[in-house]
Each structure stands twice: as C-alpha cells, then as structure tokens.
C-alpha cells in the first residue's frame, strides 16, 4: 500500500537551514513532489525529482532522495519568514493514472 | 504559466441543497483533472479522477452520486455536491495535468481551492 509520512511540525529561526523530511512506501514512485500550501490557499509546487535522480537544486530548495531508504527531504537555505506554511511531500505512478499520494504535512514555522 | 482557477472560492449554502464548483485550467489543456478534498489540519484526501471526454473514476468510499463530476472539455471540470449536508463542509481543491511533452505532463497543477460550509 501507500503511505507516506511527514513529521508534523518544524520550528527554525529566520536565516537558518530547514530539513523537512519525508518517508514513502512504495518503490515503483516516478516522481517525488514538495508542494506548498500556506493558510487557506491551494497547493504551491514548489520542486519535484524524477526516481532515478539523487539530489536536485533549485535556487534555495535543495531536494535529496535516498531511494534505499524511501526516504526524501527539501532543504530550505536562508529560510524566511515568508517560508512559514505547510509542506507536502507527494509520491506520483506513472502509468497509474498519475494519482498522487500526499504526505501528512508539515508545518514550518519561521521565528525571528 | 500552469495555471489553475477555481470558483467559487468561498461558498456558503443551506442543507439539502447542492452546490456546483468550477475548475479550469487557464493557459494550458487539462486530459486529467482530480479533485481533492481536505479536512482542517489533515492532509489532502484524493476524490475522483477526471478525464475529459469520459467518466470519472471515484476513490473507494467516495459516493458518485454525490459528488458528481463533469470534465466536458481540456479546460473545465466541475465537482457538483448534491444534497449537501454538513459534514460535506470541507476545503475542495482541484489539480490539473496536462502539457505537451516532457514532466509537464507528470505534473499536477492545482487550483487555489473552494471553501464550503453547509449549514
């Protein structure tokens, strides 16, 4: 089955490095997704790394995935105030459809 | 570019009634669109899959008849709660796939959501 966890809340000071990290179940996933969402809107994608890639950098969002473990995290460089929200990390099947699989969530909250 | 609207983005309705929500995708075509919904707090639950032209596919426990879905073409899906009750309250959000080639076709773009309370 899928299942994919979050830990649910995260605290770091403005300027710091924030690691939200993500476990998932299912090893035939294509592509691995963090998603955004701040209080009351839609989903932000923010990045996305194919199953065969190990690390992926995008400006201040480095993603790492350890296909091993089924472990992925996003790192947030310089976080900001602006930073603070939910992130979801996704789990997607090609072929499947494309459903995605959500993770639990997990709350940043960027302090001064 | 990949963007996705959605209306209402609020909607405020009596029970027994039924309440129609848009999603379209605005400057690119959508073969699939899905509907979510999500609880306070949680996470974003998976309703039903739309592909344009033909009939949805529901997740287990989500009731077709209930939350009716039409996706007549590459831009427009709408999710009609009929009969709404309040424990239907919830935020719905809408995501689009589509693209030409390459991930954007993997990739899921989504609405900014509709909130609905059901008094």
């Known amino acids: 089955g899928e299942d994919v966890e979050q830990s649910l809340f995260l605290s770091v000071r403005e300027g710091d490095s924030s690691v939200i990290n993500c476990t998932y179940t299912d090893s035939s996933s294509t592509y691995l997704y963090w998603y955004k969402q701040e209080p009351g809107a839609g989903l932000q994608l923010l990045t996305y790394i194919f199953s065969n890639m190990d690390m992926k950098q995008d400006q201040r969002l480095t993603v790492l995935l350890n296909k091993k473990d089924k472990h992925l995290s996003l790192r947030i460089a310089d976080t900001q105030t602006g930073d603070s929200a939910i992130y979801f990390c996704a789990e997607g099947l090609t072929g499947g459809g494309n459903k995605l699989t959500f993770g639990t969530g997990t709350q940043l909250k960027v302090e001064l | 570019g990949a963007v996705v609207s959605q209306h209402p983005s609020w909607v405020i309705c009596k029970s027994g009634t039924s309440v129609k929500i848009e999603c379209r995708s605005l400057?690119?075509?959508?073969?699939?669109m899905f509907w979510y919904r999500q609880f306070p707090k949680q996470s974003l639950m998976l309703m039903a899959t739309?592909?344009?032209?033909?009939?949805?596919?529901?997740e287990q426990g989500v009731e077709k008849d209930k939350f009716l879905i039409n996706h007549a073409s590459l831009t427009l899906s709408t999710l009609t709660v009929t009969s709404a009750h309040p424990e239907d309250s919830s935020f719905y959000i809408c995501s689009a796939r589509g693209g030409t080639s390459g991930s954007n076709q993997e990739t899921q773009y989504f609405g900014p959501g509709t909130r609905l309370l059901v008094l």
């Open positions: 400057d690119f075509q959508a073969t699939t």
């Open positions: 739309s592909n344009e032209g033909s009939k949805a596919t529901y």
